[in-house]
């Protein structure tokens, strides 16, 4: 079965948005990646890992858009 990726089916509102990363994580992506390790490889991958999860990111929050508002909403008395 294939993931909705959405709040309420698959997602819940405590799951990160943003998923972290770690040094370790870093070095190996360097490793496995980089014919030359120079601070601009490293650099170019961290960059590289960002912009990836930051792509993720933005396809939760759009896939997510009227859960999201729905849910920022309530409580509140113009629920319009």
Known sequence: MERAWKLGEDLSREDSLLDGMSFDEL??????NCE???P???RKELKDIIESRMIDTYFLVE???SEIIALAKEGREENA
């Open 27 to 32: 070095i190996l992506t360097v490793h496995c």
């Open 40 to 42: 601009s490889a490293v």
């Open 36 to 38: 030359k390790i120079t």
């Open 63 to 65: 896939n997510n858009m």
